[in-house]
């Protein structure tokens, strides 16, 4: 973990030291003696350890370092254990002692490199080399160094000699590299698998806003490169801002950083760095006050217990972190047995080790004497039990556990070569190493494929790069109502062939260090909920976006959706804008008020006319029904009723077979009653015509069956109309979604517009037709003129069609068939009302003016008979000899010239059916007969005056 400045140092270091060395042309020598600390047992074959067991050097070239680390000597230990486990397994390398030479890295880089190139050149003895430097080096491989930066610096070096090097503690994913590292392995996963890891715990958690803490080495700035790119191809999240702690306590960077930290919005803080990394951050922390974060640690110091203190809780309580595996190794016993008085026979650097952990240990010095200042002289006879230490804290083996299984590694492979058989060897002509002259490269090809199981159950071995099987227990700081912490297993992170990462919680069993006690939200931006789409802001991580709400017609069912889907057709969004839902259908529907009260209407008015019609049935020998062309009435009423039963079809969802009717029932039903009206009026004027001298010939071209004929043809050229225009360009329905986005508007399309056009024309020229007529008529002598009610009638049809049509174009949906429907019901009701109104008052109200001579009225004192009294008795006889229910010939008129041109002193039989009211004293001559004519003369002749 050393700085650049000290990793050049090293670089320049070696160089000088291969300068020296190459000048000797067969001998390869250390420079110089370095006095490093060490442990050493004899053995057939021995294996090498680096450990930091003391740091804080006072110069970086030497040695000599102020500072004992205890859980650095338990390291050292630990390997020692495992040797001596390894040496009382008879099954394990059987008839071959491993031995071990263990340094101290000091924590200093330039100090770790010289102890493995000691290591690797057997210290300061000579030894014969050949061309390239090469021979049986004194250890066949090396456990260590715990610092990526320390493991880089040696395995560049040494693994140009094939050296195996097993490392507990590097994690760098750079040492994966197999073109640089040929000879390097690890029983800790890589950094590449730690980042996958911490991933999964923001994934799970749903934390995309987070900060990144690196250390200043190998280990932090390539865990940097690394986060960021896996960060950035998982779609995890984004980083807040990237940092790199200084390597010594600079206040000023640091309080910079810990500011930037309390500014910031993010409330997860991950840190890859080491244990004193964190204690100078944490001082910083503590300094200013900052609270309300969730501190996620990396393995290199999720378990350091010297941040897990009462002052550091309060704001590292409920800290996650990652962790390797830990194992229950019987390490406690053999801890116990570190004496001074017992590892004196092995070397003297044992015994200088074990009397400095001594000293550490009980606070006390070994001779030379105590000076003047005092103390407590050791005895070597103090009792390790009763002190309390984290030395003999067995709780939570986890370095320990990887150095244990390095070793065990290394053991096997040297085994597994061992046990090669001659012939059958996997090197050039099936030959096997030998263990006099073993080639470092041949154990590098059985550490490669070297696979056991622990006596815990855990299985080693490694892949192509090196590198161990990926798991990670999860870890997260407890703080416990007494004051007391505890580091709890709340999961773990195991890599699956299958399904990559694969993470495991326990979420109850989390402790959080907040109020709440809940997770935390750690986000640049909260989710887009569905009905929303994602809006990146320019120029900030792909994490801070604004939500914005789907446009009407589309939709997002999904959080954090990048595009809003436009929905079907028939479909519109919800007003959530969370799902496409059927749209709404509009119609002119029986259900809604508009709709009830012209089906109302429509059979009020059906009603009506039947009732009027019942009446006339009921009051046909009357003189006001019979003075009325009572057959053309009766047809009238027919088509009055048909045309309040049309505008029933459009009312209702539109159908191909309603589309078709509608239209064709209302110009049929409609030409059927104009055409009534037009033949009433036609005759009207043709017997007052017929009154005049000379006119008696136009009588016989509207006789009752003249009238049927023209109603009926009439109506066929309308009914050919529909006919052509049903089979050319036939009304269909169609839904409309022009009116309204959310609607769907169902409504007939006319299909051809010149038809329809043709349709309302042909009864427009109809009614037009019948109002003019009428208006010709108005003036007519008559009590009770009919042509003044046809032409009121008709202004109104005509003024409703006319106001109908600008209406009907601008009216959208289905309020274009509500106008076209009241169109037909005010000009039905205006017909109904104008024509049979006054005619029901007097027939039902005013029964004593039903009479002929009602209908009659006065008439002139005098005027001439003759031409006059012969028409009326013929159109009389003709019309009498009909005894049928309807009359087909309108009286009145003819009661109009009797009023005109008789006296009141005059009287004359017509007809049996057919009496004069009121007696007239009038000079005549009678004889009876079968058949009786009548006659009017001259016989007398008299003046006005």
Request: charged share 15%; net charge positive; proline share 5%.
């Given at each position: 973990m050393g700085t650049s400045a000290e990793r050049k140092w090293v670089f320049v270091f070696f160089f000088l030291l291969?300068?020296?060395?190459?000048?000797?042309?067969?001998?390869?020598?250390?420079?110089?003696?370095?006095?490093?600390?060490?442990?050493?047992?004899?053995?057939?074959?021995?294996?090498?350890g680096l450990f930091e067991v003391h740091y804080t050097a006072i110069f970086p070239e030497w040695t000599f370092t102020t500072d004992f680390d205890t859980?650095?000597?338990?390291?050292?230990?630990?390997?020692?254990?495992?040797?001596?486990?390894?040496?009382?397994?008879?099954?394990?390398?059987?008839?071959?002692?491993?031995?071990?030479?263990?340094?101290?890295?000091?924590?200093?880089?330039?100090?770790?490199?010289?102890?493995?190139?000691?290591l690797a050149s057997g210290r300061e003895e000579q030894f014969l080399l050949q061309e390239n430097c090469t021979g049986t080096p004194p250890v066949l491989g090396i456990v260590g160094d715990s610092y990526s930066t320390f493991s880089i610096a040696?395995?560049?070096?040494?693994?140009?000699?094939?050296?195996?090097?097993?490392?507990?503690?590097?994690?760098?994913?750079?040492?994966?590299?197999?073109?640089?590292?040929?000879?390097?392995?690890?029983?800790?996963?890589?950094?590449?698998?730690?980042?996958?890891?911490?991933?999964?715990?923001?994934?799970?958690?749903?934390?995309?806003?987070?900060?990144?803490?690196?250390?200043?080495?190998?280990?932090?700035?390539?865990?940097?490169?690394?986060?960021?790119?896996?960060?950035?191809?998982?779609?995890?999240?984004?980083?807040?801002?990237?940092?790199?702690?200084?390597?010594?306590?600079?206040?000023?960077?640091?309080?910079?950083?810990?500011?930037?930290?309390?500014?910031?919005?993010?409330?997860?803080?991950?840190?890859?760095a080491h244990e004193f990394h964190m204690i100078h951050l944490m001082e910083e922390v503590v300094k200013q006050n900052v609270t309300g974060l969730q501190w996620m640690a990396s393995e290199a110091w999720t378990a350091a217990a010297v941040l897990q203190t009462p002052r550091l809780m309060p704001y590292l309580g409920g800290t996650l972190g990652i962790a390797i595996r830990r194992g229950e190794l019987g390490l406690k016993e053999f801890l116990l047995q570190v004496?001074?008085?017992?590892?004196?026979?092995?070397?003297?650097?044992?015994?200088?080790?074990?009397?400095?952990?001594?000293?550490?240990?009980?606070?006390?010095?070994?001779?030379?004497?105590?000076?003047?200042?005092?103390?407590?002289?050791?005895?070597?006879?103090?009792?390790?039990e009763k002190v309390e230490t984290e030395f003999l804290d067995v709780s939570n083996l986890r370095p320990e556990y990887n150095i244990y299984k390095a070793v065990y590694a290394l053991a096997y492979a040297l085994d597994d070569m061992l046990r090669c058989e001659p012939g059958r060897g996997p090197f050039r002509g099936n030959s096997c190493a030998n263990l006099q002259r073993t080639e470092l490269w041949q154990l590098v090809y059985y550490l490669?494929?070297?696979?056991?199981?622990?006596?815990?159950?855990?299985?080693?071995?490694?892949?192509?790069?090196?590198?161990?099987?990926?798991?990670?227990?999860?870890?997260?700081?407890?703080?416990?109502?007494?004051?007391?912490?505890?580091?709890?297993?709340?999961?773990?992170?195991?890599?699956?062939?299958?399904?990559?990462?694969?993470?495991?919680?326990?979420?109850?069993?989390?402790?959080?260090?907040?109020?709440?006690?809940?997770?935390?939200?750690?986000?640049?931006?909260?989710?887009?909920?569905?009905?929303?789409?994602?809006?990146?802001?320019?120029?900030?991580?792909?994490?801070?976006?604004?939500?914005?709400p789907c446009s009407e017609g589309k939709m997002s069912n999904e959080t954090d959706s990048m595009e809003c889907t436009s929905c079907p057709e028939d479909f519109w969004s919800s007003p959530q804008r969370d799902l496409c839902v059927p749209k709404k259908t509009e119609f002119l529907s029986y259900h809604e008020p508009l709709g009830i009260c012209l089906t109302t209407a429509s059979l009020l008015g059906t009603f009506v006319s039947a009732v009027v019609f019942g009446i006339f049935i009921h009051h046909r020998k009357t003189p006001i029904v019979r003075a009325n062309n009572s057959e053309l009435s009766f047809h009238l009423l027919v088509s009055l009723k048909l045309c309040f039963l049309c505008s029933l079809l459009f009312i209702g969802r539109p159908r191909l077979w309603t589309c078709q009717l509608r239209h064709a029932a209302f110009g049929i039903s409609f030409v059927l009653c104009v055409s009534c009206i037009l033949v009433k009026t036609v005759v009207v004027l043709a017997v007052f015509k017929a009154s005049k001298p000379g006119g008696g010939a136009s009588l016989k071209w509207f006789g009752p069956l003249q009238q049927r004929g023209t109603v009926l043809a009439l109506t066929s050229v309308q009914a050919a109309i529909c006919t052509a225009w049903l089979v050319s360009a036939s009304p269909a329905p169609h839904k409309n979604t022009e009116y309204h986005n959310d609607k769907i508007v169902y409504e007939c399309v006319v299909g051809s517009t010149v038809g329809f056009a043709v349709l309302l024309g042909y009864i427009g020229f109809l009614a037009i037709l019948s109002f003019l007529l009428a208006f010709m008529a108005r003036n007519l002598?008559?009590?009770?003129?009919?042509?003044?009610?046809?032409?009121?009638?008709?202004?109104?049809?005509?003024?409703?069609?006319?106001?109908?049509?600008p209406a009907y174009i601008n009216s959208p949906g289905k309020y274009a068939d509500a106008v076209e429907v009241f169109a037909i019901l005010a000009s039905s009701?205006?017909?109904?009302?104008?024509?049979?109104?006054?005619?029901?008052?007097?027939?039902?109200?005013?029964?004593?003016?039903?009479?002929?001579?009602?209908?009659?009225?006065?008439?002139?004192?005098?005027?001439?008979?003759?031409?006059?009294?012969?028409?009326?008795?013929?159109?009389?006889?003709?019309?009498?000899?009909?005894?049928?229910?309807?009359?087909?010939?309108?009286?009145?008129?003819?009661?109009?010239?009797?009023?005109?041109?008789?006296?009141?002193?005059?009287?004359?039989?017509?007809?049996?059916?057919?009496?004069?009211?009121?007696?007239?004293?009038?000079?005549?001559?009678?004889?009876?007969?079968?058949?009786?004519?009548?006659?009017?003369?001259?016989?007398?002749?008299?003046?006005?005056?």
């Open positions: 291969c300068s020296v060395s190459s000048s000797l042309p067969s001998f390869c020598k250390l420079r110089r003696q370095f006095h490093l600390n060490s442990m050493h047992k004899a053995g057939d074959v021995i294996l090498g859980l650095g000597f338990r390291h050292a230990m630990t390997m020692a254990f495992t040797i001596e486990e390894i040496n009382r397994n008879v099954h394990l390398l059987p008839n071959v002692t491993l031995g071990y030479s263990l340094y101290d890295n000091c924590g200093a880089l330039v100090i770790g490199f010289s102890s493995a190139l000691s040696t395995s560049n070096v040494l693994g140009l000699y094939k050296m195996p090097i097993v490392s507990y503690f590097a994690t760098c994913s750079c040492l994966s590299d197999r073109h640089r590292f040929p000879s390097f392995f690890r029983t800790i996963p890589s950094d590449t698998f730690q980042v996958r890891a911490m991933i999964q715990i923001l994934k799970h958690f749903g934390w995309t806003w987070v900060g990144l803490l690196v250390s200043d080495d190998d280990y932090g700035l390539h865990v940097a490169q690394s986060f960021q790119s896996d960060l950035a191809q998982s779609g995890a999240g984004c980083l807040a801002y990237l940092e790199v702690l200084p390597w010594d306590s600079d206040s000023s960077e640091l309080r910079r950083i810990v500011h930037l930290i309390k500014t910031s919005t993010a409330r997860v803080v991950m840190v890859f004496r001074p008085g017992l590892h004196n026979s092995d070397d003297g650097n044992n015994m200088v080790r074990v009397h400095q952990f001594w000293e550490h240990i009980f606070q006390c010095k070994f001779r030379p004497p105590l000076d003047d200042s005092g103390g407590t002289l050791c005895t070597g006879q103090e009792d390790l490669q494929n070297v696979n056991f199981t622990t006596s815990l159950g855990d299985r080693v071995s490694f892949d192509e790069n090196g590198d161990a099987l990926p798991i990670y227990d999860v870890m997260n700081w407890l703080w416990l109502p007494n004051g007391r912490t505890k580091v709890q297993n709340v999961g773990e992170v195991k890599k699956s062939s299958v399904k990559g990462e694969e993470l495991t919680l326990d979420e109850n069993k989390i402790f959080w260090n907040f109020e709440s006690k809940k997770v935390p939200r750690s986000v640049c931006s909260e989710s887009c909920p569905p009905g929303t789409r994602l809006a990146r802001r320019k120029g900030q991580p792909v994490c801070c976006f604004d939500c914005i002598p008559d009590n009770f003129n009919e042509a003044k009610l046809i032409t009121f009638s008709m202004l109104i049809f005509c003024a409703v069609w006319v106001a109908f049509v009701f205006g017909l109904l009302v104008a024509l049979f109104g006054p005619k029901c008052y007097i027939i039902l109200l005013k029964p004593e003016r039903n009479t002929k001579k009602a209908i009659m009225g006065p008439a002139p004192a005098s005027a001439p008979l003759n031409r006059h009294s012969n028409l009326l008795n013929a159109w009389v006889k003709s019309m009498t000899r009909r005894r049928v229910m309807w009359d087909f010939v309108n009286i009145n008129f003819m009661f109009l010239l009797l009023s005109s041109y008789f006296s009141p002193s005059m009287v004359s039989t017509v007809s049996s059916s057919c009496h004069l009211q009121g007696q007239f004293h009038l000079n005549g001559m009678h004889k009876t007969g079968d058949v009786i004519l009548g006659g009017l003369f001259g016989v007398h002749f008299f003046s006005v005056s």
